[in-house]
């Protein structure tokens, strides 16, 4: 297996500590210190900048946390759902890598799974089960 890069272990770890109540107590902490503080700053410009400063530069460097972690984790799982049906007696595999078709493709699926679930809910509702695995062509 290839080693994991700097950038990945630091992304898991700050997402590991900033996904933990102690990180969000630290922050309600520092919060709560600034707000104490206002009073001995008189409630400054430089007072308001502090705040103002440190929580723009963490918002901002945590999008990027955030889209790695969430990019990170749908890879992991889109690897996992192709697993499933690579390995499905009577699965689509044409399902395989579904996410990277166009926008057209896509709806073509859905409505042919559409169409799917519908003639489903009809079997149902006239005594019949929905158990199996039809042809999504089949009417």
């Known amino acids: 297996m290839k080693q994991v890069g700097l950038f990945t272990r630091m ?7 900033t996904g933990r109540a102690a990180c969000f107590n630290l922050a309600v902490l520092l919060i709560l210190i600034w707000l104490v503080t206002g009073p001995v700053f008189q409630y400054s410009d430089t007072w308001q900048l502090v705040i103002n ?8 460097l945590m999008v990027f946390l955030i889209q790695n972690t969430q990019n990170r984790d749908t890879q992991a799982i889109q ?10 007696e009577g699965a689509h595999n044409a399902l395989l890598d579904l996410e990277e078709l166009d926008e057209n493709t896509l709806d073509a699926f859905r409505t042919r799974y559409e169409a799917l679930a519908s003639k ?18 089949s009417d």
């Open 79 to 88: 690897i996992k759902l192709d697993e499933i049906i690579r390995s499905m």
């Open 120 to 137: 489903a809910r009809k079997e149902i509702a006239t005594g019949g089960n929905d158990r199996g695995s039809p042809d999504l062509d």
């Open 53 to 60: 400063t440190t929580t723009t530069i963490i918002t901002f």
């Open 11 to 17: 992304a898991k770890a700050a997402a590991r500590f």
